[in-house]
């Protein structure tokens, strides 16, 4: 796979993780699940919508020019961004299984892009 397409793969893969990271703060923002106006007007939820449907669209642009079996796999680098990403911004701590199953995750990656 091009250097350009997996740097592209991978900037998705990393909005679909902070995306991750604003529905959970969309989600401590809400203080009454019944309140409408809690969900309308939630900056974070907005947010994460929004990067969401970007990462959708650029998503299908990589879709076009890699093909899916290639693609796919980098979606599991999401397993590891994420606890990453909630450390850095919520201060959750790290545990080593995170890393030992992240490393599979990426040696998973690596084997299955090196067609």
């Not at 604003?22 to 900056?43: E, P, S, V």
């Not at 299984?97 to 084997?111: N, P, Q, S």
């Amino acid at each position: 796979m091009p250097l350009l397409y997996i740097l592209a793969t991978l900037l998705c893969v990393t909005g679909i993780a902070a995306g991750q990271i604003l529905f959970k703060q969309a989600a401590l923002n809400i203080q009454d699940a019944t309140d409408w106006q809690a969900w309308a007007f939630n900056g974070a939820l907005i947010a994460a919508l929004a990067l969401y449907g970007f990462t959708t669209l650029f998503w299908i642009w990589i879709l076009r020019h890699v093909p899916l079996h290639l693609a796919y796999p980098f979606m599991g680098l999401a397993f590891l961004i994420v606890p990453l990403l909630e450390h850095l911004v919520f201060g959750s701590p790290l545990h080593l299984r995170t890393f030992l199953g992240g490393g599979l995750i990426l040696l998973g990656v690596m084997i299955a892009a090196s067609t």
